[in-house]
């Protein structure tokens, strides 16, 4: 399977001009957006741009998605919204976390994130690929290369149940991969350097991760 992973593309034009170009190039089987889809407002307009890809897309909300704009997916076969129930794509289990709030050198996915946590843990498992807005903590993370501002419930989690992959973004300037114990965390946000990434997943097979360069 071949995923082209995103995140941070904050509805902008020329953001989803480059990712129909990425998909023509690189012929991905889906299309993973980690949150921040829209920035904020007119959301609508992006969802219109979202229906013009050709490939499955799983997204999460982030910080500048509203929980309404899930409403816009109902109408599109190609987009779906990931959540703690699993789902199965190419024998591959995909689970989400939907929104983050930013605090000073700290994020959190949401209010209740102890339960929201504890959904997880009971489905996740060691062949998932998780998809959130935040890095967990220390990793992918520095906000002007030099503050962490991840998430440490999400860090946790991936210590104890070992998914995978990541998908993260949200630390722009942080995008980039890691491993963690055995995870792959990719944070792939867009940025003035970067538009994603390629992931390649065999099973039994390495996984194999390339950051798109911006030309």
């Known amino acids: 399977m071949r995923i082209y992973a995103v995140a941070d593309v904050h509805g902008k034009n020329k953001n989803f001009l480059k990712i129909k170009d990425i998909i023509s190039l690189h012929k991905p089987d889906i299309l993973v957006i980690a949150g921040d889809i829209t920035h904020l407002f007119a959301p609508r307009k992006t969802f219109e741009l979202l229906q013009n890809i050709s490939i499955p897309i799983f997204c999460i909300r982030g910080n500048s998605d509203f929980k309404c704009i899930e409403k816009f997916s109902r109408n599109q076969n190609n987009t779906t919204f990931l959540n703690h129930i699993p789902l199965k794509y190419?024998?591959?289990?995909?689970?989400?976390?939907?929104?983050?709030?930013?605090?000073p050198f700290l994020s959190k996915i949401c209010l209740q994130e102890a339960k929201l946590f504890g959904l997880i843990?009971?489905?996740?498992?060691?062949?998932?690929?998780?998809?959130?807005?935040?890095?967990?903590?220390?990793?992918?993370?520095?906000?002007?290369?030099?503050?962490?501002?991840?998430?440490?419930?999400l860090k946790s989690l991936i210590k104890s149940h070992s998914p995978l992959i990541v998908l993260c973004g949200h630390i722009h300037e942080?995008?980039?991969?890691?491993?963690?114990?055995?995870?792959?965390?990719?944070?792939?946000?867009?940025?003035?350097?970067f538009s994603g990434a390629i992931i390649e997943y065999e099973n039994a097979m390495p996984l194999k991760v390339n950051m798109v360069i911006n030309s």
């Open 90 to 103: 190419k024998n591959t289990q995909f689970l989400g976390l939907n929104g983050t709030i930013p605090l």
């Open 121 to 153: 843990k009971r489905v996740i498992n060691s062949e998932t690929i998780l998809v959130v807005h935040p890095p967990p903590r220390g990793i992918c993370d520095k906000v002007g290369n030099k503050f962490s501002a991840g998430s440490f419930q």
């Open 174 to 193: 942080q995008a980039g991969y890691q491993f963690f114990k055995n995870t792959l965390i990719v944070n792939c946000a867009m940025n003035k350097q």
